[in-house]
């Protein structure tokens, strides 16, 4: 069973930077295509980022593209969320998900975390 754990969410004003960490449990890590999501009060939750399983293919949502980058360390068996010049639109709760060699970015994700609060002051 895979265990996505997200760290480093929290306060920060706007026009600030955050780096957001998600540990994978498994051995199997890299062929794992590996996704952010984020959800705001209210909305529905919304595709961030997603780098592929065995490559560095990258895929954004418009509304963060040259804000934030998604990296993976496969050494460490983590993913990484780097968010610069937040906005308070940004503010949501995030999550990590994998999914099982696919190229598919957009949903059908095998495994979620719990979530990292990014809050983004104004």
């Known amino acids: 069973q895979v265990q996505l754990v997200e760290s480093g969410g929290g306060l920060v004003q706007a026009g600030g930077s955050l780096r957001l960490s998600c540990v994978f449990s498994?051995?199997?890590?890299?062929?794992?295509?590996m996704g952010w999501f984020r959800q705001a009060p209210g909305k529905e939750r919304e595709f961030v980022a997603a780098i592929k399983w065995g490559a560095t293919n990258t895929d954004y949502a418009d509304s963060v593209k040259g804000r934030f980058t998604i990296s993976r360390d496969t050494a460490k068996n983590t993913v990484y969320l780097q968010m610069n010049s937040l906005k308070p639109e940004d503010t949501a709760v995030y999550y990590c998900?994998?999914?099982?060699?696919?190229?598919?970015?957009?949903?059908?994700?095998?495994?979620w975390g719990q979530g990292t609060q990014v809050t983004v002051s104004s």
């Open positions: 998900a994998a999914k099982w060699r696919s190229a598919a970015y957009y949903d059908a994700y095998d495994y």
């Open positions: 498994a051995r199997t890590f890299s062929s794992y295509t």
